[in-house]
């Protein structure tokens, strides 16, 4: 899921910090000083979580490598 960053308009895959519903990238997140104020939980500022859950796979696709042993 592609964010846009709310202060530039950017495209963001991976926002630092929400306000609120709204992402914030990384370089403006740090020149607004965004990044120690959502550290302290101040407001509605949060900072993101990466997103590191497993993938499921799809049923529908098929193994590209369905002959080779998965170790």
Same mark, same amino acid.
């Given at each position: 899921?592609?964010?846009?960053?709310?202060?530039?308009?950017?495209?963001?895959?991976?926002?630092?910090?929400?306000?609120?519903?709204?992402?914030?990238?990384?370089?403006? &997140? %740090?020149?607004?000083?965004?990044?120690? @104020? =959502?550290?302290?939980? +101040?407001?509605? *500022?949060?900072? &993101? %979580?990466?997103?590191?859950?497993?993938? @499921? =796979?799809?049923?529908? +696709?098929?193994? *590209?490598?369905?002959?080779?042993?998965?170790?």
């Amino acid at each position: 899921m592609m964010f846009r960053c709310c202060f530039c308009g950017r495209k963001v895959s991976s926002p630092k910090v929400f306000i609120g519903v709204f992402a914030v990238g990384s370089t403006c &997140a %740090k020149r607004a000083g965004l990044l120690d @104020r =959502a550290r302290k939980k +101040t407001g509605v *500022l949060r900072l &993101a %979580k990466p997103n590191i859950g497993a993938r @499921r =796979a799809d049923p529908q +696709t098929l193994d *590209l490598f369905a002959e080779v042993e998965h170790a």
